[in-house]
């Protein structure tokens, strides 16, 4: 069963943090790799951080390198995103997603397979 369900997204000032949870189904956290992503109103997904799941490499988007930490809690089947240094550019959707063809390094939308319905993350300056 393929199930991909985010949580933990809200509203918080700049400079503030959030931590998303992305509960997976067994089957679809052992896909080859997981990621983060992220829509803002108007603008094309992209892809924030991700991780293949067999060997824990982890990979971030330039926007949120060294304020975003993605990892991911195998007894649990949940992967997570620790966000601090929230920015009102960061605002936007964000969408857990699952996939074994992954490209550029994860952060590509093509080749991942599943995807979460989102949650919302506003930040206000």
């Known amino acids: 069963q393929v199930q991909l369900v985010e949580s933990g997204g809200g509203s918080v000032q700049a400079g503030g943090s959030l931590r998303l949870s992305c509960a997976a189904s067994?089957?679809?956290?052992?896909?080859?790799?997981m990621g983060w992503f992220r829509q803002a109103p108007g603008k094309e997904r992209e892809g924030i951080a991700s991780?293949?799941?067999?060997?824990?490499?982890?990979y971030y988007a330039d926007s949120v390198k060294g304020r975003f930490t993605i990892s991911q809690d195998n007894a649990k089947n949940t992967m997570y995103l620790q966000m601090n240094g929230l920015k009102p550019e960061d605002t936007a959707m964000y969408y857990c997603?699952?996939?074994?063809?992954?490209?550029?390094?994860?952060?590509?939308?093509?080749?991942?397979?599943?995807w979460g319905q989102g949650t919302q993350v506003t930040v206000s300056s």
């Open positions: 997603a699952a996939g074994d063809r992954c490209s550029g390094r994860g952060l590509a939308p093509y080749g991942h397979n599943y």
């Open positions: 067994r089957y679809t956290f052992s896909r080859n790799c």
């Open positions: 991780i293949y799941t067999g060997a824990g490499s982890t």
